[in-house]
């Protein structure tokens, strides 16, 4: 490359295409969809240059068809992993000293792949594969990622800038190194974006990855994954491992060789991860970053000075878009008396016009939840409710298992504002709503600062400033998100960076450099230009007579 002080173009957000009727992009979704639906991908391991086939078969099914399989993915076992090691161990040597604006170049060019040829293939994986309605997956799958590839490269040229000062004579530079060693890339199925993610990121700063997909999204990865080979990604940087954590897990979270992992699930899940590494801690080179954004139990604190019909549609959006299953989704709500019956009135309004069914069908607002396990939870945790005596069903509470796993958008009214449903994540489109009385509002930020042990996102209605301006107070450290007069949900690269703290995560912060840093090492370099010839220093020489 010619020399030069390179600057990455400044990023903008990708727009959302709408998809309304007769638009091109409504028809070219449609076909592609159709073709999609007559296939079966054959998924395999990816490990440095050679794609693995090992016959060890898991079927990713349509959740609102599960009858209809998708997609077939070959597990790794130990062999694969034992051979991702080597691979990503063999292109550290190549990669880590890449310069910058290479590594940068692939990622921008994987944006653009994303944003033209490749649309319509990610989004019509992530509506069969994960039952996410065509809005959905293009917020997702198509613009956060691009977005993530776009605005990444630039805070990490900013991370390169940001250098020291220096004294006279002397020259002070940080060199941001890789990690030594590989990072391990454990990935969710809800959002295809943060699929793309969180091995990108890492690798982004000259680290090599093992990208271990979910099971249920595994269709959707697997075609960004091509993307960033069609982009120019060197073989062995990231190498792409499906299998079962029960065997990916034991064999590299001990690994000596660990850099990092950086990973979206279950609190549950990452806590053993971090039990693991520090069980583990006397065998690395390094200590092992561990990034993690994890559950939620998110809310939205409705003050007496509020719009019922902004409530009721924040609801609606915050807690039943993609079935409730987005760890910022609203599931628990504190609302006051006064307003609780023209915003249950409003919920119930809004609530007779969504329809839920397969997401293909552009007229449903919800599709599926992910797989049986997931509909027993939130059927179960429905089904508790309905026999407590301290619960009424505002709305729904209804399912259908037949040909997919489907859960209606369910309201749940809750006197005792500590019943699990209140508390514990369910990942589904179940709300709670606990109605305080006006005068104790007070009480009610109480139970709602303590009432989980989440921290990831949170909201506030009012038209009160005062009251904005207190509640945003007292609820600080309820969120690493925090919305006025909005539904926790929907972060956007570049406006929002996105993370929580508590049992949320370790809030680095993804789309953003505070991320980017967390897979980096920093030294500092100092050059002095005329070195002194003599040890010896002026308050060494003896008092004058």
Known sequence: ???????????????????APGSPERAAIRRRLDAMRAETLEIPCVIGDREVRTGRILEQVLPHDHGHVLARCHQAGPAEVKAAVEAAREAWQTWSRTPWEARAAIFLKAAELLAGPWRDDVNAATML????TVHQAEIDAACELIDFWRFNPWYMQRIYEDQPDSAPGTWNVVEYRPLEGFVLAIT??????IGGNLPTSPAMMGNTVIWKPARTATASNWLVFRVLREAGLPPGVINFLPGPGSVIGPALLPHPELAGVHFTGSTEVFQGIWETVGTSIRKYRSYPRLVGETGGKDFVFVHASADPEEVAAALIRGAFEYQGQKCSAASRAY????????????????????????????????????????FRKI???????????DATIVWGGGSDRRTGWFIEPTVIEFKDPTHRVMREELFGPVLGVHVYADSKLDRALELCDTGSPYGLTGSVFARDRQAILAIANRLRHTAGNFY???????????????GGSRASGTNDKAGSAMNLLRWTTARAIKETFVPPRHFGYPFLAPDED
């Open 129 to 132: 594969g994960q039952s996410k």
């Open 335 to 374: 609302v006051p008396r006064s307003l609780w019956p023209k915003i249950r009135r409003a919920l119930k309004e809004q609530l007779a016009e969504v329809k839920v069914g397969d997401p293909t069908e552009f007229t449903n607002f919800m599709g599926a939840v992910i797989d049986e396990a997931a």
């Open 484 to 498: 006025i007069n909005d539904k926790p949900t929907g972060a956007i690269v570049g406006q929002q960076p996105f």
């Open 379 to 389: 059927t179960g945790a429905i089904a508790s409710a309905r026999r407590s005596p």
């Open 188 to 193: 969710p199925f809800n959002f295809t974006s």
């Open 1 to 19: 490359m010619p020399n030069g002080v390179y600057r990455i173009p400044r990023p903008k957000n990708e727009p959302v295409l709408g998809y």
